[in-house]
Structures are given as structure tokens and as C-alpha cells.
């Protein structure tokens, strides 16, 4: 089987979201090695997560690694260019979902083990730390917007070939700053396929005592994102193309 764009966006994605969402779990889920571990040790997970998925991404014939339709359609906006869109996020979207249950499987036992329903959704799916609709929708649309303008600068030409060689550790340490800074609110999806592809699969696999999805919520995850990546894509078009 040849290499290809879509091929690239799917197993990267998948290999983002096994190892993202595999670091919470690793930390929420009960009788792991990492029980308890905290919040530095996920947004730590999930830069790295970031990082492999770029270099997985771009070994399968990822052209782009975006990985995130919200950066998907930011640059198609700061291009006009928009012949990606469909493809690239039907296979982030598949990507993401494959990944999620990757995690179900890498977890297993621990599923039963541990009581709390909403320490088993978190390990697929965002949430907020204090539920206001307003407040959330911001916190993800400002974190996507600069998620989206951190990679504006690491791929700006002013950068050259060292853009290329250290661009996927760059884009680690943007989403490990961003996590750390702006993640405590919503959990920092800034990506609809993050969050709706592994709800999805939290609400479809016999995840013991699982409980709701919370679907009531996951316009948020979806929604923010977006809108961030539309005004940073307008933003990038305007003054840094």
C-alpha cells in the first residue's frame, strides 16, 4: 500500500490521540504506574504525543501532518485554498477515532477498576473544570487561535530549513506551553476530531460503569476550535502571508 496525504493524516492522528489520550489515562485511570502523576505529566504527554504524530504523520505521506481539522481549515482560510478540507478531516476524524480505542485496549482491566465515570470520559474526551458555556467556548478559541499563530511562525519562511529540521519538537513545545498555560479551563481540546471522535467511541465501546458522554457539552470542543481557527487563518492572511 502506497503512502498518501489522507494515509498520513489517519495514522497520525491515531498515534496523536493513543498517546494523548493514553497519558490520561495512564494518570486518571485507576492502579496504573502513573496514577496520580498530575497535570504536568499530561500536558507533558501530549506535547510529545504532538511531536510523534507530526514524524508518524509525515512517514505514512503526510504532506501537511496537521492532524486537527481547526488547522486544517485555518490555512485553508490563510490560503484560499481549501481542495484539503475534506479529505484531511475525514481521516483525522477516522484517525482519532481509531486511536481512541486503541487506548480502550491498552487499559483494559482498568476500566472496571476504577469508579469515577468521569475519570473514564476524560481519558477520551474534554471537559470543563467549571461548566460555563461562554467561558469554555473562549478558553478553546483562544487557545486554538494560538495554537494556530505558533504554527504561522514555526512554518514562516523566515525560519528556512530550520523550520524543517525542528518543527514537529517546535509544534510540541507550542502545544506543551499552550497546555500548561491555557489548558486548566477545558482540558485544551483545540481540535474537533480530538474530542468528538473519542466521545464518540467512549459512548460506542463496553467501557465498564461508563456513563454519560456528555454530549450536552461537546459543541464546545467543536465550536471554539473552529471559530479560533477561522479568525487566526483570516489573521495569517491579512498580515503574515
Not at 186 to 204: I, Q, V
Request: aromatic share 10%; proline share 6%.
Amino acid at each position: 500500500m502506497h503512502t498518501s496525504p489522507f494515509l498520513g493524516e489517519l495514522i497520525g492522528t491515531m498515534v496523536l490521540i493513543l498517546l494523548g489520550n493514553g497519558v490520561v489515562a495512564n494518570v486518571v485511570l485507576k492502579q496504573t504506574k502513573g496514577e496520580s502523576s498530575g497535570w504536568i505529566v499530561i500536558t507533558t504527554g501530549w506535547a510529545f504525543a504532538v511531536t510523534m504524530g507530526v514524524f508518524v504523520s509525515k512517514a505514512f505521506g503526510g504532506m501537511d501532518a496537521h492532524l486537527n481539522p481547526a488547522v486544517t481549515v485555518a490555512f485553508a482560510v490563510a490560503t484560499n485554498d481549501f481542495s484539503h478540507i475534506v479529505p484531511y478531516i475525514t481521516a483525522q476524524l477516522i484517525g482519532a477515532f481509531l486511536g481512541a480505542v486503541l487506548v480502550w485496549l491498552q487499559y483494559l482491566p482498568h476500566w472496571a477498576a476504577t469508579p469515577d465515570p468521569g475519570a473514564k470520559l476524560a481519558c477520551f474526551a474534554t471537559g470543563p473544570a467549571i461548566r460555563n458555556p461562554l467561558a469554555n467556548f473562549l478558553s478553546e478559541f483562544l487557545a486554538t487561535l494560538v495554537l494556530i499563530l505558533g504554527l504561522s511562525g514555526i512554518s514562516s519562511k523566515n525560519l528556512g530549513e530550520l523550520a524543517i529540521g525542528v518543527g514537529p519538537y517546535l509544534v510540541g513545545i507550542l502545544v506543551w506551553s499552550i497546555g500548561l498555560s491555557l489548558g486548566g479551563t477545558t482540558g485544551y481540546a483545540m481540535s474537533p476530531a480530538r474530542d468528538f471522535s473519542p466521545r464518540l467511541a467512549h459512548a460506542l465501546l463496553p467501557i465498564p460503569g461508563r456513563g454519560s458522554s456528555d454530549w450536552g457539552y461537546a459543541w464546545v470542543p467543536i465550536v471554539g476550535p473552529l471559530v479560533g481557527a477561522i479568525v487566526g487563518g483570516l489573521l495569517i492572511r491579512l498580515f503574515a502571508l
